[in-house]
T-cell receptor
Framework: TQLLEQSPQFLSIQEGENLTVYCNSS?????LQWYRQEPGEGPVLLVT?????EVKKLKRLTFQFGDARKDSSLHITAAQPGDTGLYLC??????????FGTGTSLTVIP | EAGVAQSPRYKIIEKRQSVAFWCNPI?????LYWYQQILGQGPKLLIQ????????DSQLPKDRFSAERLKGVDSTLKIQPAKLEDSAVYLC?????????FGPGTRLTVL
């Protein structure tokens, strides 16, 4: 089992603030994905990163894959209430089998 | 394009009873996953199918859990007998390659 630790576990911020969520492991991954999950629904894929040091932007969300491909971060600029949800990272040691992180529950207060 | 369908959405049973969950993946997706998600945690992979063959079931408690994927399309996950600690959301996902598409899940409560 590939252990992926996410921090913080819980985050409550005011609308308009910036935040960063971290995903760390001692294992190397060939690719890493970030998902957002809303209550009562399944996770929805936000992004896939595959190259060490890679940075991807999706509107106000910026994703970075660590140089050693063991860690990743998700930065949200000017958070909005619609960003509220459970953020999950998932790493693949190889192939298409993914191990999910422990999750970060984000609440954005209007 | 229709998404991943799961049923039932909710199920409440007593311990030692049996329960089955059904998943209909997106048409053409060769890979199908079943995950167990405890409230507030990340999903834990139970079993992965490639077409109708098992790729990985190392984390499936085989003394009580079983899963099959007939004809490489629909899949069922069964728990027999259920324990209190099986209370969780059971997620099904399908994938054409590396992107997983999740269904809404089945919330199981074991009393």
């Amino acid at each position: 089992t590939q252990l992926l630790e996410q921090s913080p576990q819980f985050l409550s911020i005011q609308e308009g603030e910036n935040l960063t969520v971290y995903c760390n492991s001692s294992s190397v991954f060939s690719s890493l994905q970030w998902y957002r999950q809303e209550p009562g629904e399944g996770p929805v894929l936000l992004v896939t990163v595959v190259t060490g040091g890679e940075v991807k932007k999706l509107k106000r969300l910026t994703f970075q894959f660590g140089d050693a491909r063991k860690d990743s971060s998700l930065h949200i600029t000017a958070a909005q209430p619609g960003d509220t949800g459970l953020y999950l990272c998932a790493g693949a040691p190889g192939g298409n089998q993914f191990y999910f992180g422990t999750g970060t529950s984000l609440t954005v207060i209007p | 394009e229709a998404g991943v369908a799961q049923s039932p959405r909710y199920k409440i049973i007593e311990k030692r009873q049996s329960v089955a969950f059904w998943c209909n993946p997106i048409s053409g997706h060769a890979t199908l996953y079943w995950y167990q998600q405890i409230l507030g945690q990340g999903p834990k992979l139970l079993i992965q199918f490639q077409n109708n063959g098992v790729v990985d079931d190392s984390q499936l408690p085989k003394d009580r859990f079983s899963a099959e994927r007939l004809k490489g399309v629909d899949s069922t996950l069964k728990i027999q007998p259920a324990k209190l600690e099986d209370s969780a959301v059971y997620l099904c996902a399908s994938s054409p390659a590396y992107e997983q598409f999740f269904g809404p899940g089945t919330r199981l409560t074991v009393l």
